[in-house]
């Protein structure tokens, strides 16, 4: 069963519990958190003191993805304030070494972590630590913003890394212009998690547009 991941950036945060536990009640199943720096991508979210406080009012399993140019230097402070999963920009890492430094740190924090590549970046890339990761992150939109429209060549990324896992054990996220249909697009490609922000958080019925991603 797919797992449902939508993203709090979409979220109200005057009411943030009361949104959690709205999202929850409708069967997300994990919580997406977009960390951006104005650098790697040309938009600002939020640091690890806001997920602090979002760790307080949720149990739901914590997705943090660093789109930020030094994912080392901060990973830290994100782990202690309560991710269970971090995932890293292969583009932000400048050679072998520094990569699987980084993934044998979050590994050693007892967190998961995974590698997310942006549209123009090719599956082959990350190849090298498809044995070592937990999860590979599609961004099937530049990332940096919401409600853009879904890049359809994100559907042969995630086909190609379902094929490959026949050897590997990673889950396959996708992020970016979900929608019932677009989610069912990748699913049926292969995909295991979907992350869905003003599609889940801005709809009427967000019983209805979680049970339309599974």
């Given at each position: 069963?797919v797992?449902i991941a939508?993203s709090?950036l979409?979220?109200n945060f005057?009411?943030l519990?009361?949104?959690?536990?709205?999202?929850?009640a409708c069967?997300?199943?994990?919580?997406?958190y977009?960390?951006?720096?104005?650098?790697?991508?040309p938009?600002?979210?939020?640091?690890?003191?806001?997920?602090?406080d979002?760790?307080?009012?949720?149990?739901?399993?914590?997705d943090?993805h660093?789109?930020?140019?030094h994912?080392?230097q901060?990973?830290?402070?994100?782990?202690?304030a309560?991710?269970?999963?971090?995932?890293f920009h292969?583009?932000?890492?400048?050679n072998?070494?520094t990569?699987h430094?980084l993934?044998?740190?979050i590994?050693q924090?007892g967190?998961?972590?995974g590698?997310?590549?942006?549209?123009?970046t090719?599956?082959e890339d990350i190849?090298d630590?498809?044995?070592?990761?937990?999860?590979v992150l599609?961004m099937?939109v530049e990332?940096?913003?919401?409600?853009?429209?879904?890049?359809?060549?994100?559907?042969k990324k995630?086909?190609?890394?379902k094929?490959?896992?026949?050897?590997?054990?990673?889950?396959i996220e996708?992020?970016g212009?979900?929608?019932a249909?677009?989610?069912?697009?990748?699913?049926e490609a292969?995909?295991d998690v979907?992350?869905a922000?003003s599609y889940i958080?801005n709809?009427?019925n967000?019983?209805a547009?979680?049970?339309s991603l599974?």
């Open positions: 069963m797992k939508p709090v979409s979220a005057a009411e519990k009361k949104d959690l536990d709205s999202i929850k069967g997300a199943d994990w919580v997406h977009d960390v951006m720096d104005g650098h790697f991508v938009n600002i979210s939020f640091g690890y003191s806001i997920l602090n979002v760790a307080k009012v949720t149990d739901l399993y914590l943090v660093l789109m930020i140019s994912p080392r901060y990973v830290e402070q994100f782990i202690k309560g991710a269970d999963l971090i995932t292969i583009e932000t890492m400048t072998h070494e990569v430094e993934i044998d740190y590994h924090q967190k998961n972590v590698i997310s590549i942006k549209p123009a090719p599956v190849i630590y498809l044995d070592d990761i937990d999860l599609v099937s990332p940096g913003f919401g409600g853009q429209s879904f890049q359809v060549d994100a559907l995630i086909a190609k890394l094929e490959m896992r026949n050897h590997h054990h990673y889950l996708v992020d212009g979900i929608n249909q677009t989610g069912q697009a990748c699913i292969g995909a979907l992350v922000g958080f709809a009427t967000r019983q547009a979680v049970d599974k």
